[in-house]
């Protein structure tokens, strides 16, 4: 097989998704990588690094992120309407 056609259409050995994907694939990593972060935030100033730290945040970061992707997937589209209708395009 092409090599250049399996990297296009394979990363880590695994099927890309086809476009259509794309409106969920986002908010989906968008919503993993802000809630990781916020939710670390939060777990070591409100409990400090402790041996129990990692419990804690992962446990703090999954209830984020419950809420985070449903609530991007309803709100991305109204936000998308809103950043067209301040941005001016060429």
Same mark, same amino acid.
């Given at each position: 097989m092409n090599s250049s056609k399996t990297s296009s259409t394979i990363i880590f050995g695994i099927p890309k998704f086809p476009a259509k994907? *794309? /409106? +969920? !694939?986002?908010?989906f990593l968008l919503s993993i990588l802000m809630t990781m972060l916020v939710s670390f935030i939060s777990t070591v100033? +409100? *409990?400090? +690094?402790? /041996?129990?730290?990692?419990? !804690?945040?992962?446990s703090s970061w999954g209830v984020s992120w419950l809420i *985070?992707?449903?609530?991007? @997937? #309803? @709100? @991305?589209? +109204? #936000?998308r309407k809103l950043t067209a209708s301040l941005v001016r395009y060429p």
């Open positions: 994907y *794309a /409106s +969920i !694939v986002m908010p100033k +409100i *409990a400090g +690094i402790t /041996s129990q730290f990692l419990n !804690v945040w992962i *985070a992707f449903p609530t991007l @997937l #309803v @709100l @991305l589209p +109204i #936000v």
